[in-house]
């Protein structure tokens, strides 16, 4: 039976250093864990090689088998052509839920400037859109909000507004620019 589920952000941030480089599952837990990927998802050895093995299955990953000296064989994973068509998209796609941009957004980041960093000012202009668009739907909710459902909307419009700020202080480029393509 197939997985149909779409992949959690850390099996694409695991696809996108792989397709970076090709490496064995034990470097890869060692760079992540030195790397600031580990500040925004902290994940465990075994869980990193749980992600492997779900791109391993979806065929996302090739891997070849090689042997160091008298040190038994490791298998050492790319992306595959199939796994560059499921990240592409995921890198070029805003973050949809809000209270994640601050989580997924940054590990989509790291993989963009690792794969492709002329693409980071798009990503982040297409955010921007998104988290304003998002406001917009918020601030006409506060408006027609009472009680309770008021402080939820505020607590939603001011959440967005503070992103947006990040977002621009972050990247002061995208003040006022439009995604293209």
């Given at each position: ?57 979806r065929d996302l990953v090739e891997w070849e088998e090689v042997r160091v000296g008298n040190r038994p064989p490791r298998r050492i994973f790319s992306a595959s052509e199939a796994g560059w068509e499921v990240l592409r998209p995921w890198l070029r796609a805003p973050v949809a839920r809000l209270r994640e ?81």
């Amino acid at each position: 039976m197939a997985d149909e589920r779409d992949l959690l952000p850390g099996e694409y941030t695991a696809l996108g250093l792989l397709a970076h480089e090709a490496m064995h599952g034990y470097e890869l837990a060692r760079r992540w864990e030195a790397s600031p990927l580990a500040e925004v998802l902290p994940a465990e050895q075994s869980v990193l090689y749980g992600y492997l093995r779900t791109l391993e299955r979806r065929d996302l990953v090739e891997w070849e088998e090689v042997r160091v000296g008298n040190r038994p064989p490791r298998r050492i994973f790319s992306a595959s052509e199939a796994g560059w068509e499921v990240l592409r998209p995921w890198l070029r796609a805003p973050v949809a839920r809000l209270r994640e941009v601050r989580a997924d957004l940054l590990l989509k980041i790291y993989v963009l400037r690792l794969l492709d960093p002329a693409s980071e000012a798009r990503l982040l202009i297409r955010q921007v859109e998104a988290c304003e668009a998002y406001l917009a739907q918020a601030r006409a909710h506060l408006d027609a909000a009472e009680g309770f459902e008021r402080l939820l909307w505020g607590s939603k419009t001011t959440a967005a507004e503070a992103t947006i700020a990040w977002l621009r202080a972050a990247a002061p480029s995208v003040r006022g620019r439009r995604a293209t393509a």
